[in-house]
């Protein structure tokens, strides 16, 4: 499968976003979904996650409650909504893809990435 990320930009703080990520290939809906960032220096970490079926969720503590993880089994997206941004959320963000029966939190259980997708938050 080939991921393209999207819906990256310039935002103040307390500020939205909604990045999607397209996937192309065949067997979407055999594939979780995971969002992971990069910041300047820092290593890449987990943000979000969801099954296959959409039954499952999982965020990183840093974003849960602002930050929503979705999937469309049709048109083969999977979406990140950001809210209530901050400065911090500042990073690169990657959709990635993993087959399997549920999904990692661990960007070593991914099989497939996206190009990424630049987030910046001014204060």
């Known amino acids: 499968v080939q991921l393209q990320a999207s819906g990256g930009g310039l935002v103040q703080a307390g500020g939205s976003l909604r990045l999607s990520c397209s996937a192309s290939?065949?067997?979407?809906?055999?594939?979780?979904m995971a969002w992971f960032r990069q910041a300047p220096g820092r290593e890449r970490e987990f943000v979000a996650a969801?099954?296959?079926?959409?039954?499952?969720?999982d965020y990183a503590e840093s974003v849960k409650g602002r930050f929503t993880i979705s999937r469309d089994n049709v048109k083969d997206t999977s979406d990140l909504e950001m809210n209530s941004l901050k400065p911090e959320d500042t990073a690169v963000y990657y959709c990635?893809?993993?087959?399997?029966?549920?999904?990692?939190?661990?960007?070593?259980?991914?099989?497939?990435w996206g190009r990424g997708t630049q987030v910046t938050v001014s204060s």
């Open positions: 969801i099954n296959r079926n959409r039954s499952a969720r």
């Open positions: 990635a893809a993993h087959y399997a029966t549920t999904y990692s939190l661990s960007r070593d259980g991914y099989d497939y």
């Open positions: 290939g065949r067997y979407f809906t055999m594939y979780n």
